[in-house]
């Protein structure tokens, strides 16, 4: 009895570990913290991707350099001005946040759907040093919170 209920303690905390680190990603030093997008109605034009926290863990530089997914035409990297940008740079041990209104955005160009909150889908992220990285992107509505932060 006591084996048992030990065994299911175990597989308790494995499995409320790997739920814990379910929006948590890796590519080479680059650590990929909780990717989401923002809702998109149907035949929008665009839809929006961010990264909650990208951070370079390593001693060397490394950048963002492109983004893909079957959810859309393409995928652009931009500024927070919507200006196009050629990678995201990712100095080491400087963790770069992307938010809504702040910071770069990874844009998607033609959605082949629409973006509904709780829905899922992949995003492959390329690294200049760190190669590539499969992540699950959820889409979820913005907190008052965000949208504050966005405004400051």
């Known amino acids: 009895m006591r084996v048992a209920l030990s065994r299911a303690i175990v597989m308790l905390a494995l499995l409320l570990t790997a739920a814990a680190h379910a ?14 997008a923002l809702p998109a109605a149907a035949g929008a034009a665009e839809g929006q991707a961010f990264i909650a926290t ?6 060397q530089p490394d950048r963002l350099v492109r983004a893909a997914t079957p ?3 393409r995928v652009e990297l931009r500024g927070a001005d919507g200006a196009p940008l050629a990678a995201i740079d ?23 759907q629409s973006l509904k909150v709780g829905a899922t889908f992949p995003l492959t992220l390329h ?3 760190g190669g590539t990285a499969e992540v699950r992107v959820e889409v979820q ?12």
């Open 54 to 59: 990208l951070d370079n863990r390593g001693a």
């Open 23 to 36: 929006h948590d990603y890796r590519a080479g030093d680059v650590r990929i913290d909780h990717p989401y």
């Open 71 to 73: 959810l859309a035409q």
């Open 127 to 129: 690294f200049e040093r």
């Open 90 to 112: 990712l100095p080491p041990q400087a963790p770069l946040k992307m938010r809504p209104g702040r910071g770069p955005v990874l844009v998607l160009v033609g959605p082949t």
């Open 141 to 152: 509505q913005p907190t008052a919170r965000a949208e504050e932060s966005a405004r400051r």
